[in-house]
């Protein structure tokens, strides 16, 4: 523990302030995401070790790949995950004792993101089933597996300013990320075996905005949160492939609220569920899929009808 913390307050103090500026258009990659990831792993674990199981050694070992998952942004976004060796040699220093332990961290920073050698997005089949430290077994594909999905789940107005992003001051290319976190907040449910995502989205222009102008941006942000649904239920069910901890979650339950003028408009759309059935023949699951009045066009028209 003495280990952890004296890392952890190293990359604090000299470390995750700086990677804004390097990536001054990235979402918020601080010690408040690191700490968003870390509290999303207890939630999704659970306090009860007789729900997890795991040792602590294996807490240990995904704490410290909590800490330096995202460290490689210093060194510039593309590849980022390849980048953290030499942070860790840094922080942790170059005894031969630590070589195994680097290597672990190592390997769960280039697998919890980016691409397989085969070119798909399925990075954890890369990494041994268990491994071991100091002695002791580790399940390091599980950890890893816990490890990407708390990351999926750390989004919300915490990554994002707020005067920042309403003042226009991010990249064009960035905007719409920090759109999509600043209407974003996420329960993980484990008692109700879910996770609850509710958007809040205001339909007020902006400054000097028409509102054909505010339609198309609502538009935008509507597609692009249509594909984070999908891709946070797709993130969920992988993880479960590789992660026994993580069966208990078994849906991912979204409720859209819109507001307008300080009023939140009484729309009758229901939640949004996507869960673990499949059926043989059917194709991908697509929001408008689910439910029609979630077409874009659709609920564009509805929501005007509303305001």
């Keep these: 523990m003495s280990a952890y913390r004296i890392t952890r307050d190293k990359l604090i103090d000299n470390l995750f302030k700086e990677i804004k500026g390097v990536e001054p258009d990235l979402s918020d990659h601080s ?11 207890r939630r999704l674990l659970s306090e009860s070790h007789g729900q997890h199981g795991l040792s602590a050694i294996e807490l240990y070992c995904l704490a410290m790949f909590i ?6 942004n210093l060194f510039g976004r593309k590849d980022h995950h390849k980048n953290v060796g030499i942070v860790y ?19 769960a920073a280039v697998s919890h993101t980016g691409d397989a050698s085969d070119g798909t997005k399925d990075t954890l089949k890369e990494i041994d089933e268990t491994d071991h430290l100091d002695g002791e077994r580790v ?38 990320y920090h759109d999509y976190a600043s209407v974003t907040h996420i329960h993980i449910d484990r008692p109700d075996e879910r996770i609850r995502v509710t958007y809040e989205i205001s339909l007020d222009p902006r400054d000097g905005e028409s509102n054909d102008q505010r339609d198309q941006r609502i538009s935008a942000l509507l597609k692009f949160t249509y594909r984070r649904i999908v891709k946070l ?48 023949g059917d194709p991908s699951r697509l929001i408008e899929d689910l439910d029609e009045r979630y077409t874009i066009d659709e609920l564009l028209k509805e929501l005007k009808r509303l305001m």
């Design 89 to 107: 040699d840094w922080a942790r220093g170059s005894d031969p004792n630590l070589r195994h332990e680097r290597t672990l961290v190592i390997r």
């Design 31 to 41: 010690d408040t995401h690191v700490k968003d990831v870390l509290f999303n792993s």
């Design 139 to 176: 399940r390091l594909r599980e950890l890893v597996a816990i490890l990407r999905f708390a990351d999926e789940l750390a989004e919300g107005p915490q990554r994002t300013s707020e005067f920042m992003r309403s003042e226009g001051f991010y990249d064009e290319k960035s905007q719409l």
């Design 67 to 72: 800490l330096f998952h995202d460290v490689g």
């Design 233 to 280: 239920d797709q993130e969920r069910r992988y993880a479960k492939f590789y992660s026994d901890v993580l069966t208990p979650f078994r849906l991912v339950s979204v409720q859209m609220n819109f507001h307008h003028e300080d009023r939140l408009l009484p729309h009758s759309l229901p939640a949004i569920q996507l869960d673990d059935k499949v059926v043989p």
